[in-house]
């Protein structure tokens, strides 16, 4: 049997072996003490799965900087994962940012994810601190001037909403690689061909770095819609059918959640993709029922 292993048209979901898969996850820090023990949960639950790194976001404004800050220590202090720190210039000077990579390179952080970050007032939009990083690719730069550290940036395969064209976005990520960062990791998308155009756009551009897809899996639709509209991600029409009538039953989300996300994952990796990084939104379940679809075991 022929199978057609061109880019978004691969075998289909299980056919055969995806061979060696790289992946990573993203948490966030917890507010309570409930939601403590729900991220250490999917910790112990994912750690086994053996992912390259975790990250752990940061909120608007730095928000969420001490219990960022709290999360990635007892990852380093109680598990053998690499943690990834997320770190933003927004509302903060230069100072107070390298003190921060200073303490992290200390405590024995070797990845940051560098982010320009959200405007902790949407309406009033993003303004430089007067005496900060005036951009993701100014703090990239600054970063690698403190140490040497594994460095990932963010990348927009339907662009970033503030973006006026295109090539302005991939000209900005382009500075953001020439700055030094090693990785681009997209924000979730749904529609792996323009995945598969923006990765020959970046490529064109000279841009020669891993550039690894985001994977968003859903359950609830009505948050995805908010989160898409947030971020200028398209929703797919079939998406929303796909869990039309699914209010009330839980698990039918999960397992069209599952299925949907393992079957973009194998579009994506009969295309060439070998990593993937999940946004797992402190849920361990669905992202653990992914990666053993795509084969990916327990090293235990």
Same mark, same amino acid.
């Given at each position: 049997m022929n199978l057609n292993l061109?880019?978004?048209? /691969?075998?289909?979901?299980?056919?055969?072996?995806?061979?060696?898969?790289?992946?990573?996850? !993203?948490?966030?820090?917890?507010k309570t003490e409930q939601m403590e023990e729900t991220l250490w949960r999917s910790v112990e639950r994912l750690? @086994?799965?053996?992912?390259?790194? +975790?990250?752990v976001t940061y909120g608007a404004g730095g928000t969420t900087r001490e219990r960022t800050h709290s999360t990635i220590k007892r990852i380093l202090d109680e598990t053998d994962l690499t943690p990834a720190a997320h770190l933003t210039c927004v509302g903060a000077s230069k100072d107070e940012v390298d003190r921060i990579v200073e303490e992290y390179r200390d405590m024995g952080v070797r990845?940051?994810?560098?982010?320009?970050?959200?405007?902790?007032? @949407?309406?009033?939009? $993003? &303004?430089?601190?007067?005496?900060?990083?005036?951009?993701?690719?100014?703090?990239?730069? /600054?970063?690698?001037?403190?140490?040497?550290?594994?460095?990932?940036?963010?990348? $927009?395969?339907e662009q970033h909403p503030?973006?006026?064209?295109?090539?302005?976005?991939?000209?900005?990520?382009k500075r953001k690689i020439d700055a030094g960062?090693?990785?681009?990791?997209?924000?979730?998308?749904?529609?792996?061909?323009?995945?598969?155009?923006?990765?020959?756009?970046?490529?064109?551009?000279?841009?020669? +770095?891993?550039?690894?897809?985001?994977?968003?899996?859903?359950?609830? $639709?009505k948050?995805? &819609?908010s989160f898409a509209g947030a971020c200028g991600t398209k929703v797919p029409d079939w998406?929303?059918?796909?869990?039309? /009538?699914?209010?009330? !039953?839980p698990q039918t989300r999960q397992l069209v959640a599952a299925s949907v996300a393992s079957e973009m994952c194998r579009k994506l990796?009969?295309?060439?993709?070998? !990593?993937?990084?999940? $946004?797992?939104?402190?849920?361990?379940?669905?992202?653990?029922?992914?990666?053993?679809?795509?084969?990916?075991?327990?090293?235990n």
């Open positions: 061109s880019r978004g048209h /691969g075998p289909s979901l299980f056919a055969e072996s995806l061979g060696d898969i790289a992946i990573s996850f !993203e948490f966030f820090p917890p750690a @086994p799965l053996s992912p390259r790194f +975790v990250s990845h940051i994810v560098a982010l320009r970050g959200d405007a902790a007032d @949407p309406i009033k939009g $993003y &303004t430089p601190h007067p005496d900060g990083y005036e951009n993701a690719a100014a703090l990239v730069d /600054g970063i690698r001037q403190i140490g040497d550290f594994d460095i990932s940036v963010a990348a $927009y395969p503030e973006s006026g064209s295109l090539a302005a976005d991939l000209d900005n990520l960062a090693t990785r681009a990791i997209t924000q979730f998308f749904f529609d792996t061909d323009q995945y598969f155009r923006f990765l020959d756009h970046a490529r064109s551009f000279g841009i020669d +770095v891993p550039i690894v897809p985001g994977i968003l899996p859903v359950t609830n $639709y948050q995805l &819609t998406m929303g059918k796909m869990f039309e /009538g699914l209010d009330g !039953e990796a009969a295309g060439g993709v070998n !990593e993937f990084h999940f $946004y797992t939104l402190n849920r361990a379940d669905l992202s653990f029922a992914i990666c053993h679809m795509l084969g990916i075991r327990p090293n």
